[in-house]
């Protein structure tokens, strides 16, 4: 039944039947146009050892993204992704991976500044969570701090607003007036949200470098908390060497419901990380990240040291130790280990 | 055959630099001329249409051209695979990069054919039928 709705989807969206006379050349990592549609995506295989657990081999995730410029008021865009399936493990074993929809949205353009988004997107807090497919950023493993604490999707309504000139940060505000759409399986995902409305600012500092600050509000699905969120991250480039960071803090208050634990009202993370381009291909990565969760007692220490080489542009290759510790292994998403991984966009 | 291609390749980076880097556009663009950071600006995805609503379309040559080798560093004084990562962002954001183009002739015949494309070709192209914005060193 998903399937079927993803093919009307994509039928609709007129990527299934172009008009051959409109075909343009395709090129790996700039994706595939045809007039005023475009295809493209990226893949990702993960080599994960963890130490004391079977080692294994997944497809992190196959992720395909199309849209549209049709008008002024029509330009769809869809994302989806097959994710976190088993390819091989030792000792055998195989946890077969998930289809989601990730964004599922129509811009329409009020102005040259201004654009009213409605549908499923990426929520705007911090960076890391508008822009985590695996070839575009630097490490294998996604810090706690930009996905854990908060809605990282919404899905409703947003407006966008930003000034060409930079002479004013941009922002984008967006309600989400119920719960997800497509709501992602368990397995992906361990809090749902309802009723979130939030806020980002954007300060660019240049073509990459950025200074952002975020606000988010909304209701826990699960435990019936109310939580209110505050964020910060920038990324800043000093010649070969670029720093980014992101910190969250958000304060939860109101029903605990029965199966849930509320050790402490606040939750905190931050992360930091450094790379250094030792040549246009090769990458040396270091970073470190606090978190503490409001329903763990202890707090997570992760440091990781990783390599990215990335011999042309729409690949890279990643090696990454990281060194994990302070929590119950039963929370742990993030264990001691090595991870390496392939990834492409096309 | 190896000297040759390495002869040729010398040469039409001597003439990248010699002549340097026309920025044209389709006759149906209200704009005579452009600044370096508006150009930026639509190279960055930032402006999206002409003063008469027209989309705005850019045009880029192939990342291991001369062409856009000169073009990153006179526009935004990085190289095309930096400038590359930037794009990429932007398409996972769901915005459209650059159309690559794979020659000056190509980006000419689609500036003439798309009503609001721009794009850049080396300064000693024949122009018919496409208007200059402004010409880089």
Not at chain 1, 67 to 75: D, L, T, Y
Not at chain 1, 102 to 125: A, C, Q
Not at chain 1, 157 to 182: K, N, R, V
Not at chain 2, 40 to 66: C, G, L, Q
């Amino acid at each position: 039944m998903r399937n079927t709705l993803l093919l009307v989807v994509l039928a609709q969206f007129g990527l299934m039947f172009p008009s051959p006379c409109q075909a343009e050349d395709y090129e790996i990592g700039q994706g595939w146009h045809s007039g005023n549609y475009y295809l493209s995506g990226y893949a990702s295989i993960e080599a994960v050892d963890r130490f004391g657990a079977p080692a294994r081999l997944d497809l992190g995730d196959l992720s395909l993204f199309a849209g549209g410029r049709i008008s002024q008021w029509a330009n769809p865009f869809m994302e989806v992704e097959f994710s976190r399936q088993t390819l091989i493990r030792q000792g055998g074993g195989i946890v077969h991976g998930d289809w989601i929809v990730e964004r599922f949205y129509n811009d329409m353009i009020l102005s040259e500044h201004d654009t009213l988004r409605v549908g499923k997107i990426l929520t705007p807090l911090g960076d890391w969570n508008q822009v985590h497919a695996a070839p575009l950023v630097p490490l294998v493993t996604r810090p706690y701090t930009a996905a854990r604490g908060f809605e990282t999707y919404a899905s409703g309504i947003s407006w966008m607003h930003d000034l060409e000139d930079g002479s004013s940060p941009d922002f984008q505000l967006y309600w989400q007036p119920d719960t997800e759409w497509f709501k992602r399986p368990a397995s992906q995902t361990v809090r749902n949200f309802r009723n979130v409305i939030g806020v980002h600012l954007n300060l660019p500092l240049g073509l990459v470098d950025k200074i952002g600050a975020s606000f988010q509000h909304g209701k826990l699905v699960e435990s019936g908390e109310r939580y209110t969120l505050y964020g910060f991250n920038a990324n800043l480039s000093f010649g070969n060497l670029k720093l980014e960071g992101e910190a969250i803090r958000a304060h939860f208050s109101g029903a605990v419901l029965p199966g849930t634990a509320q050790v402490r009202s606040t939750e905190t993370g931050f992360f930091a990380l450094a790379d250094y381009t030792v040549t246009p291909e090769w990458h040396g990565i270091l970073a470190g990240e606090y978190y503490q969760d409001h329903m763990v007692d202890g707090s997570s220490r992760i440091i990781s040291l990783a390599v990215n080489y990335k011999p042309s542009l729409p690949m890279v290759w990643k090696l990454e130790y990281i060194y994990q510790a302070g929590v119950p292994a039963s929370f742990a998403l993030v264990d001691t280990g090595l991870k390496g991984s392939f990834s492409l966009l096309f | 055959m190896r000297i040759l291609l390495l002869i040729i390749g010398v040469l039409s980076a001597s003439l990248v630099q010699a002549g340097g880097l026309l920025i044209v556009v389709s006759n149906k663009v209200p704009d005579n001329k452009i600044s370096l950071e508006q150009l930026a600006n639509i190279y960055t995805m930032k402006k999206v249409f002409w003063k008469n609503n027209i989309r705005v379309v850019p045009i880029n040559h192939k990342v291991a051209s001369e062409e856009r080798k000169r073009f990153s560093k006179v526009v935004f004084n990085l190289s095309p695979k930096e400038v590359g990562d930037y794009w990429n962002r932007l398409r996972y954001e769901g915005k459209l990069p650059p159309v690559i183009q794979a020659s000056d002739q190509a980006v000419l015949g689609f500036v003439r054919k798309v009503p609001g494309a721009i794009g850049y070709i080396n300064a000693n192209q024949k122009l018919t039928g496409v208007k200059i914005l402004l010409r880089l060193p």
